[in-house]
């Protein structure tokens, strides 16, 4: 086989070219610190990589399902608090108007006292986080009691979000057993007999009807905080799951620096070495004496 000047000459400009390319990847890979920049490059590393991060964006929308969770949950827990206490109070008022020392002008001002903590019940039940009535179920945008007859309009349906993979956690309370007709229509009737002079016989028997209506508090509390303690649960389990998944992307797709350096350094000297030999293959040619 006749090797001619040219076939020299282009095999260099190639093997040239091609040591230019490798060069060209490797400081490519040390900008951007991943190993490839194209599916091309590698189908198996860009297939893994965008099923790994498939699974961190799924796991960080349960992290964003969580946070919308904890906010209904901690604002719901708040008012129920508040409203634990704004009973409490009516009971400690209905034990003293039950005294028999009690004036009909003390009990007057008793009255006035039971109507706002009334009123300040009815705001409670009227709680608006971000645009959203908590204590209406799925009606976020109507309240649920209305303040001018204390008339209940209320929705029980849950409020599910999905915080894992198939499981869904109720985020609000059951506004019936807590916030329901039962509640004003005794406070109203407490706060009339007062006015009205009833005995304290008559005045001692709501008490155990606002007894029950702070059990009612205490059991929906109960049951809501059963409820944060396992978000809080799967939680944990979620940030488990975020650094597991960034882990593995980051195996698949990130460059080993150190690695890439020495590569690129033994190109470097490759390349050089390639053109050391090029110089000697572009020897003088008959043309150049013709001159």
Do not use: C
């Not at 040219?6 to 060209?24: A, D, F, K, Q, T």
């Not at 961190?56 to 399902?65: H, P, Y």
């Amino acid at each position: 086989m006749r090797v001619t000047q040219g076939m020299l000459s282009n095999n260099m400009l190639r093997n040239l070219s091609n040591s230019y390319g490798e060069m060209g990847k490797f400081q490519e890979q040390l900008s951007t610190g991943k190993k490839i920049s194209k599916p091309s490059q590698d189908p198996v590393v860009a297939m893994k990589g965008m099923n790994y991060r498939s699974q961190v964006g799924q796991v960080e929308q349960f992290q964003r399902n969580i946070g919308e969770v904890h906010n209904w949950m901690d604002n719901s827990d708040s008012a129920l608090d508040e409203g634990t206490q704004a009973i409490q109070r009516i009971r400690e008022l209905n034990v003293q108007a039950s005294n028999g020392t009690y004036s009909d002008n003390e009990r007057a001002d008793v009255a006035k006292e039971v109507r706002q903590l009334k009123e300040h019940l009815g705001e409670i039940a009227n709680t608006e986080v971000n645009g959203k009535y908590i204590f209406n179920g799925e009606n976020t945008t109507e309240k649920p009691v209305n303040m001018d007859d204390f008339t209940i309009n209320s929705n029980d349906s849950p409020v599910e979000l999905e915080v894992s993979s198939g499981v869904k956690l109720q985020a609000n309370v059951t506004p019936s057993a807590v916030f329901n007709e039962d509640l004003f229509s005794d406070i109203e009737k407490f706060a009339s007999d007062l006015e009205n002079g009833a005995g304290e016989d008559e005045l001692g028997s709501s008490l155990s009807q606002f007894d029950d209506h702070v059990n009612s508090f205490v059991g929906e509390r109960a049951d809501l905080g059963a409820r944060m303690n396992r978000v809080e649960l799967i939680e944990d389990r979620l940030g488990s799951q975020e650094e597991s998944a960034k882990r593995m992307m980051s195996d698949n797709e990130d460059a080993e620096i150190e690695k890439v350096i020495t590569d690129l350094k033994t190109q470097e000297s490759v390349h050089r070495a390639a053109m050391g030999v090029g110089a000697r293959v572009m020897q003088p040619s008959l043309m150049d004496f013709l001159k």
